[in-house]
């Protein structure tokens, strides 16, 4: 009689042990090994259909998967360009119309002085003055707008708050390579001559004593500060 260890492991099997499966960890005979084997060899064909699923899955397709979401974001990226550029563009003719009416109406300033006959030294210091700060103004536009980041092209034009006060973001201008707000204050401050720091002239037209010039970066980074304080 064969011992048991000598007979495959299978249940119902008398036959003499071949080898051990690795698949089950038994002793069976070659029948069963190659049944167990056939098995393996079933487990390999749903992993290769896998495999070939995920071949199919990655092929170039450019209405779907990451081509398509790569072609979203192109054109969500050319619709920003084209918001920005109409935003710029707006601002750029707003600010031609402004210096035009401007330069119009000192124009016609000139003009009647020139018929009345009479015009005095301070009427012509004044002058001068309007022509020098529409002459830098105008200058800067023609230079600095087309560069403008589009957060200081957002600021310009509107009200900030800082402290208890508000000002109006009246210009951005460029002196001695550093780029500068032109800031208007609600009500009149000591101090406030509307007077560059970098030149000592008015590259703006302030109200009395309400103008003054602050460092892009250091106004930037003042704005951020506040609205960290309101939150």
Request: proline share 2%.
């Amino acid at each position: 009689m064969k011992s048991s260890s000598s007979v495959c492991s299978m249940d119902g099997c008398k036959k003499p042990v071949t080898c051990l499966c690795h698949h089950c960890q038994k002793n069976v005979c070659s029948k069963h090994f190659n049944e167990h084997q056939s098995q393996v060899n079933d487990e390999l064909i749903p992993m290769a259909d896998r495999l070939n699923e995920l071949k199919m899955k990655i092929q170039i397709n450019e209405q779907t998967g990451p081509l398509a979401m790569l072609q979203i974001w192109r054109n969500n990226k050319y619709h920003e360009i084209d918001e920005e550029y109409h935003f710029r563009l707006e601002n750029v003719k707003k600010n031609i119309s402004k210096y035009n009416e401007q330069i119009s109406e000192t124009i016609s300033n000139i003009k009647e002085l020139i018929v009345e006959g009479d015009a005095s030294i301070d009427q012509v210091k004044q002058i001068e003055r309007k022509i020098e700060t529409l002459t830098d103004e105008v200058n800067n536009l023609m230079s600095s707008e087309s560069t403008m980041t589009q957060r200081e092209s957002n600021l310009l034009g509107t009200v900030i708050n800082m402290g208890s006060i508000q000002y109006l973001v009246k210009a951005k201008v460029k002196c001695n390579a550093k780029d500068l707000y032109g800031l208007e204050s609600t009500r009149a401050f000591t101090g406030y001559n509307g007077l560059c720091p970098e030149c000592g002239k008015a590259h703006v037209l302030f109200e009395k004593y309400r103008g003054f010039y602050a460092l892009c970066n250091t106004l930037h980074a003042r704005i951020h500060s506040e609205r960290e304080k309101e939150s």
